[in-house]
Structures are given as C-alpha cells and as structure tokens.
T-cell receptor, first 117, second 116 residues
Framework: NAGVTQTPKFQVLKTGQSMTLQCAQD?????MSWYRQDPGMGLRLIHY???????DQGEVPNGYNVSRSTTEDFPLRLLSAAPSQTSVYFC????????????????FGPGTRLLVL | AQKITQTQPGMFVQEKEAVTLDCTYD???????LFWYKQPSSGEMIFLIY??????QNATEGRYSLNFQKARKSANLVISASQLGDSAMYFC?????????????FGDGTTLTVKP
C-alpha cells in the first residue's frame, strides 16, 4: 500500500493563478480531509469528505474548492491564489470500518509546500 | 475559544529522562477522541497515541502514555526515557462525535528538544 500520496511536493504560484493539489489513497477509506499548516501553527481543516460525492466545509474553506468523484481521490483546487494561501497542505484519510472503528486515526500524506508570490 | 490548547511552545529534556507535554481541550460532546501526533523536521505527521472519552484506562503505546484527566479536560502526553530522535513538534488533536472521522481540531503544538 502506498497509503496517502500527494502531488506536487512543492509549488510556486503567482497571485491570481489557479492550481489543483492532488491527493490519493489506496486504503479504501471513506473519510478524506484537507488541512493547511501555517508556520509555527497546528493544522486547520479546509474541507473534508465522508464519501464519494459528499463534501463539506471545514474551518478555513474560503478560496478553495473540492470534489470527490471516487473513493480514492480528493483534489483541492485553489481558485485564485493569494499570498495568504502560502502554507503546507496535508491530505488525510481515515476509516471507521477497521477493527478500531471510530477510534481509528487519520493517515496523513507527506504534504505539499505552496508558495504564492 | 480554542478547542485545543497547548501552552508550552517549546520544551527541553535531557536524554533518557521523562517529559510531559500538556494539552487541554474544550468540548460539550460526551463522545470524543484525543490524538497525539509527532512532526519531525522532515514534515510528516506521525500518529502516536489515542484516548477515547469513554476509555477507563490511560492509553499507552511503548514509551508514550497519555495522562487523561477527564474532569480537568486535559490529555497530557508523557514520553519516558527520551531519545534524541524524539526531538520534534508534537500536536494534540481532538475529534468530536462518532461520525466526525474526517474532522480533527489541532493545537498549535509544542517543540520538544532532547539534549544529549
């Protein structure tokens, strides 16, 4: 299993550009989430999904769109990049179907470092 | 109000000694889960330990244990016999409710430095 994969690892954008951060998981997890981590801070939830076709907003959703057409993939779209979106973005997946049930942790991808100039 | 508070921005510990990292939380949901993660300088998030709100005993995972005081709403991480490789950022996180498996609230973290 590759677990949770994210691409790209690093990206530089100019203000106003758009891009999509890719996230994929091969564990058949129903839950997937996007977080951002600003320097010296914890992770903040952007958007999450409880299954294919179902998404909802987190704490900091403005400027981002998501969709989930398959169980495996959960891309994050930046509509018009702003310097305030410079951050490290983490994708995570989890499942309540394991033996640990709802106690199961989220599994995190390696992160994407985004710099908006 | 902050749902997860980690009051120690930085901590130092001597190698082979024990260290406690503090975490307090705020929720009105009787069903919740508390997690600790380690983030080394390489940036990945590593799950360490979990405590459920209904768990009667404190969680333990190897050198990690969680000092869970429900009435005080605290879930402190204890690392025994610190190693140089324990130097990292540590995050406390909470998930509220049975169905919110994709939603966690994180504290701002504590940077732990282990001295040789």
């Amino acid at each position: 299993n590759a677990g949770v994969t994210q691409t790209p690892k690093f990206q530089v954008l100019k203000t106003g550009q758009s891009m999509t951060l890719q996230c994929a998981q091969d564990m058949n997890h129903e839950y997937m989430s996007w977080y951002r981590q600003d320097p010296g801070m914890g992770l903040r939830l952007i958007h999450y999904s409880v299954g294919a076709g179902i998404t909802d907003q987190g704490e900091v959703p403005n400027g981002y769109n998501v969709s989930r057409s398959t169980t495996e993939d959960f891309p994050l779209r930046l509509l018009s990049a702003a310097p305030s979106q410079t951050s490290v973005y983490f994708c995570a997946s989890s499942s309540t179907g394991s033996s640990r049930g709802w106690q199961e942790t989220q599994y995190f991808g390696p992160g994407t470092r985004l710099l908006v100039l | 109000a902050q749902k997860i508070t980690q009051t120690q921005p930085g901590m130092f510990v001597q190698e082979k000694e024990a260290v406690t990292l503090d975490c307090t939380y705020d929720t009105s949901d009787p069903s919740y889960g508390l997690f600790w993660y380690k983030q080394p300088s390489s940036g990945e998030m590593i799950f360490l330990i979990y405590q459920g709100s209904y768990d009667q005993q404190n969680a333990t995972e190897g050198r990690y244990s969680l000092n869970f005081q429900k009435a005080r709403k605290s879930a402190n991480l204890v690392i025994s016999a610190s190693q140089l490789g324990d130097s990292a950022m540590y995050f406390c996180a909470m998930r509220e409710g049975y169905t919110n498996a994709g939603k966690s609230t994180f504290g701002d973290g504590t940077t732990l430095t282990v001295k040789p």
